[in-house]
């Protein structure tokens, strides 16, 4: 599924693997979710109905004050596969420890233990 474009409704619009001379199967499909884009990151809602509510925003709310502020993007090469990242991303404990002092990272003194609520 490499390259594979959808519209909004979830309609496959390209699939750079086919023939130029095939047609995009309509099963080629994907089922379309609410989202929501947050200081540059994106909250997908997985619920049946719309979000009775936004996500969360830092306190220095970086969407109303990008000018007050400078971003540094990094791409950052693994050797490892997509489920240590998986992993990593259902785990926000880890932050703190496991990126101490890295960019975009967290502070080992600021580590706490979280509350989470399982939401149905």
Known sequence: YHGWAFSGSGRCTAVPQLPKSASIP???CVATHELRVR???VW???GA???SFQPPCSPDDLDANAAN???YDF???L???HSYLVENLIDP???PISHDRTQGGGRREAAEAYTMEVDE
């Open 93 to 95: 404990a880890h932050i």
């Open 75 to 77: 791409v950052c090469e």
């Open 79 to 81: 050797p490892y596969d």
């Open 69 to 71: 502020f400078s971003v």
């Open 26 to 28: 309509k099963v080629a």
């Open 44 to 46: 997908v809602w997985m």
């Open 39 to 41: 200081e540059g990151i």
């Open 49 to 51: 109905s719309s979000p």
